[in-house]
C-alpha cells in the first residue's frame, strides 16, 4: 500500500489501535475470516519495508513497536547496500521514536555500480526494513516520492508459512530464508510466514492467488497444526489450501516441516509429512523438509526453529529446487 509518499511494501492495512496505527500483512476482510482474528500473526511484520525516495537531504520517520523481550532495530538499505557503520540500524522502542535518515552523500557512485553489476534496486530507493514484530507507523517528515517501477526488482517471490518463513531466530530480517532467495535471484519478496498461525486458512489461499504481484512461490505447510488438527483435518485444509494454487498459471513449489520429532506425538509428524506429500502430488512440484534442513545440530535450543546457519541451509536447497521447478532464475 502507499501512503504520504512511501511504498509500504508488504502492508495491506494500517489498522488503528489503541497502542497505535499498526501495519498489517492481510486486508481487513481477509483477517476477520481467519481462524482467529485477534491473535493471529498477520500484524508481526516479516519482509515489511517503508520504501521511498528522498528529495530532501533528510527524511524522518516516527515509529513504534511492541514490547518484546529483545532489542527490536529497523536495518536500513540504500537499495541492496545497507548503510554504513552509523547509518545501518536504528532501535526502536513501544514509545514513538524518531529516526533520522541522511542521503548518501556518494548516491551516484552507489548507483553506477548498481547499474554496472545489475543490482535489484536502486541505490536512490530507502529501504527501512523493519523488525519482525508489531510495528506501528505515525509519520513522515521531509520530501519523500514513491520509487518508479524500474527502480525495483521485476519480479517477486511468495513465500508463505510459519514462524520459520517469518524468521523467527534469523537474528534479523535480512537473513530469513525467503529473504536470502529473494536476495539470491534479484528478486523481491513477500513474506507470508505466520508465527504459530500458519492454519492454512482457504481465506489466506484465496487472498494470495488473488495477488497479482508475485511470479513464483513457496509454500511450507504443517508445524502449525500439528497440536490442534488430527491428520484427517490437517488433510482437508492442504487440499483447499493448495487447490487454488495449482489452479493458478504461475510456478509454486511445496515442502513441509524441517523438524524430525514431536514429543507428544512422534508419529504425527510423519503423517502430515505423508499428507502434503500425496495431496501435492500432480498439483505441485514438492520437497521434503527433511531435504533443506536434515540435521538438528542447525536447529536452536527448541529443535525447532533454525540458527542462521539453517536459515542458510533452506535458503540454499529451497534454491536449488525452484531453480530446477521454475527455471530462469540463476
Not at 529483545?70 to 541492496?80: D, N, S
Not at 524441517?258 to 500432480?282: M, S
Amino acid at each position: 500500500m502507499q501512503q504520504d509518499g512511501i511504498e509500504f511494501h508488504n502492508v495491506a492495512l494500517i489498522r488503528a489501535t489503541p497502542a497505535g496505527p499498526l501495519l498489517d500483512r492481510l486486508p481487513a476482510a481477509v483477517r476477520a475470516q481467519v481462524d482467529e482474528p485477534a491473535t493471529h500473526t498477520s500484524s508481526d511484520a516479516s519482509g515489511v519495508e517503508l520504501r521511498f525516495v528522498m528529495q530532501a537531504p533528510e527524511v524522518k520517520l516516527t515509529l513504534a513497536v511492541e514490547a518484546a523481550a529483545e532489542a527490536q532495530i529497523a536495518y536500513l538499505r540504500f537499495g541492496t547496500f545497507p548503510g554504513t557503520w552509523t547509518a545501518a540500524t536504528r532501535i526502536l522502542t513501544t514509545k514513538p521514536t524518531t529516526i533520522t535518515i541522511a542521503r548518501p552523500a556518494n548516491l551516484a557512485r552507489l548507483q553506477a555500480l548498481a547499474k554496472a553489476k545489475h543490482l535489484a534496486f536502486d541505490p536512490a530507493v530507502v529501504r527501512v526494513c523493519l523488525p519482525y514484530c508489531r510495528n506501528y507507523y505515525y509519520r513522515v517528515e521531509g520530501a519523500v516520492a514513491l520509487p518508479a517501477p524500474h527502480q525495483l526488482p521485476p519480479r517477486t517471490y511468495l513465500a508463505y508459512g510459519s514462524s520459520i518463513t517469518h524468521g523467527s531466530l534469523a537474528l534479523n530480517p535480512m537473513a530469513t530464508y525467503p529473504q536470502l532467495i529473494a536476495d539470491r535471484f534479484g528478486t523481491d519478496l513477500l513474506n507470508f510466514g505466520f508465527p504459530g498461525s500458519a492454519w492454512l486458512e482457504p481465506a489466506v489461499a484465496d487472498y494470495l492467488v488473488s495477488r497479482r504481484d508475485w511470479h513464483f512461490a513457496s509454500l511450507a505447510m504443517g508445524i502449525n497444526m500439528l497440536g490442534a488438527f488430527s491428520p484427517a483435518a490437517f488433510r482437508t485444509r492442504v487440499r483447499r489450501f493448495i487447490a487454488p494454487f495449482a489452479a493458478d498459471p504461475r510456478p509454486v513449489v511445496a515442502t513441509d516441516m524441517v523438524v524430525t520429532d514431536y514429543p507428544e506425538n512422534p508419529r504425527k509428524v510423519a503423517q502430515f509429512r505423508q499428507i502434503v506429500k500425496e495431496e501435492t502430488a500432480g498439483k505441485l512440484p514438492y520437497i521434503s523438509g527433511l531435504a533443506l534442513l536434515g540435521d538438528e545440530s542447525d536447529l536452536s535450543s527448541d529443535l525447532l526453529h533454525p540458527t542462521a546457519t539453517g536459515m542458510r541451509q533452506i535458503a540454499h536447497h529451497l534454491g536449488d529446487f525452484l531453480v530446477a521447478h521454475v527455471g530462469h532464475l540463476d
